[in-house]
Nanobody, 121 residues
Framework: QLQLVESGGGLVQPGGSLRLSCAAS????????IGWFRQAPGKEREGVSC????????NYADSVKGRFTISRDKAKNTVYLQMNSLKPEDTAVYYC??????????????WGKGTLVTVSS
């Protein structure tokens, strides 16, 4: 069974940091493009950051550029999203997604159940 499981969310004060993890089971992420998406209450899901299967292509939403970093750890079959200088507007449920062919798209094939990030003082 192919699964993606996110972890690392929680409550953090503005200016703080969190590292989200996206672990895969049942398949290796080496051959998949990976994306991080988020959905805030009352808003549509939006792309946050994506990394191609070989790591050669990386994209960030303008709202997180310079603050978030996406990375892959092949040995751990895990993709990370390091989030620094967090703002209240970063509050959302964060999802990771994987697809062999679609890059950075809401149509990616595999999705995790999400992890909640709350930025508040």
């Amino acid at each position: 069974q192919l699964q993606l499981v996110e972890s690392g969310g929680g409550l953090v004060q503005p200016g703080g940091s969190l590292r989200l993890s996206c672990a895969a089971s049942g398949f290796t992420l080496d051959y998949y493009h990976i994306g991080w998406f988020r959905q805030a209450p009352g808003k549509e899901r939006e792309g946050v950051s994506c990394i191609s299967n070989n790591g050669g292509r990386i994209n960030y939403a303008d709202s997180v550029k310079g603050r978030f970093t996406i990375s892959r750890d092949k040995a751990k079959n895990t993709v990370y999203l390091q989030m620094n200088s967090l703002k209240p507007e970063d509050t959302a449920v964060y999802y990771c997604a994987a697809d062999r062919y679609n890059y950075c798209s809401n149509k990616m094939n595999y999705w995790g159940k999400g992890t909640l990030v709350t930025v508040s003082s």
